[in-house]
C-alpha cells in the first residue's frame, strides 16, 4: 500500500504538466504512480521531468544502454518498482527480453558489447550502498565513451539514484503495465513486485 495516493490526472491543474504527463502514457503506456504522487508540487516534478528527459533522452550515449543502466542501478539498489519501469523502458528502446534478463549474468552474456559491459558494471557499483565505483571502471569506460558520454552514464546512474529512494520509500504502486513486462522479462530471474504490488 503506497503512503500517498498517487494524483488523478483530472485533478492535476496544470496544462504543461498535463500534457508532460500524456506524452508518459502514450510512449510508456501509462503515467508513472512515482510523478502522480509528486505532482503534490508541481515545481518538483516539472525540475524531475527535464532533468528525467536531459539525462535519458539527449546526448549521444545509446537510448537503450542508458536504459540498461538504469535498470541496474536500480537492480543494485533493490527498487522493485524501478526494476519494472526499467525493464519496461529497456524493452520499448530495442533490448529484448532475453538481453534485459541477461543483465543478472552480463559480464559473461554474448549479448552485451564490451562498452555495454563497462557501463552496467559502473551502474552496480555505484547502484551499491556503499558505492563501490574505483579509478579502475572509469579506466574501462573511457576506453569507450569520451567525457560528455561518461557524464551521461553517470547522470542515469544518480537519477535513479533519487526515484529509487522516492519509490521506495513512499512504496509507490506499480501500473499493471509495467507489472506484465517485468514479470515477462525480469520475472524468470527472480523479480518480483514485492511492496510496490498494491
Known amino acids: 500500500m503506497p503512503h500517498l495516493q498517487p494524483v488523478p490526472l483530472s485533478d492535476v491543474a496544470e496544462d504543461d504538466i498535463r500534457e508532460r ?8 503506456g501509462f503515467t508513472p504512480n512515482s510523478i502522480m504522487t509528486m505532482v503534490r508540487r508541481p515545481n518538483i516534478v516539472r525540475a524531475f521531468m527535464a532533468l528525467n528527459q536531459a539525462v535519458l533522452y539527449e546526448g549521444t550515449v545509446p537510448t537503450e544502454t542508458k536504459m540498461l543502466v538504469s535498470l541496474a542501478s536500480s537492480y543494485a539498489s533493490g527498487c522493485l518498482y524501478c526494476q519494472s519501469h526499467m525493464a519496461n ?7 529484448s527480453d532475453e538481453k534485459i534478463a541477461a543483465l543478472w549474468n552480463f559480464e559473461e552474456s554474448a549479448l552485451f558489447s564490451p562498452a555495454e559491459r563497462a557501463a552496467i558494471r559502473l551502474a552496480l557499483k555505484a547502484g551499491a550502498q556503499p558505492n563501490e565505483a574505483s579509478q579502475e571502471d572509469f579506466d574501462a569506460l573511457k576506453q569507450h565513451y569520451d567525457d560528455g558520454e561518461i557524464v551521461e552514464i553517470v547522470a542515469s546512474i544518480a537519477l535513479f539514484g533519487y526515484l ?14 509495467a507489472v506484465q513486462v517485468a514479470e515477462r522479462a525480469i520475472g524468470p530471474v527472480g523479480w518480483e513486485a514485492g511492496k510496490h504490488g498494491g
Open 21 to 28: 504527463f500524456e506524452h508518459y502514457r502514450k510512449t510508456r
Open 89 to 95: 523502458l529497456s524493452s520499448i528502446y530495442q533490448a
Open 164 to 177: 529509487n529512494r522516492w519509490n521506495d520509500t513512499m512504496a509507490t504502486t506499480l501500473e499493471p503495465l
